[in-house]
């Protein structure tokens, strides 16, 4: 019988020599929401009219 697509997916990407990629996906994916989280925050403040406070926000 031949694995299903996940089934094969997870044997490909479980082997030891491809955990680092998968690590990697986290930690891109992570650091991609830290920054659509502050692009949000920076956003707010212009529309706010307190364009200024951006750089305070920045090196907090």
Same mark, same amino acid.
């Given at each position: 019988?031949?694995?299903?697509?996940?089934?094969?997916?997870?044997?490909?990407?479980?082997?030891?020599?491809?955990?680092?990629?998968?690590?990697?996906?986290? /930690?891109?994916?992570?650091?991609?929401?830290?920054?659509?989280?502050? $692009? *949000? #925050?920076?956003?707010?403040? /212009?529309?706010?009219?307190?364009?200024?406070?951006?750089?305070?926000? $920045? *090196? #907090?």
């Amino acid at each position: 019988m031949q694995p299903s697509a996940l089934e094969n997916f997870l044997l490909i990407a479980l082997k030891p020599d491809n955990m680092p990629i998968g690590g990697m996906l986290f /930690i891109v994916a992570f650091v991609f929401w830290i920054a659509i989280r502050q $692009m *949000i #925050k920076h956003d707010r403040l /212009i529309k706010e009219g307190k364009k200024e406070k951006i750089f305070d926000e $920045m *090196i #907090k």
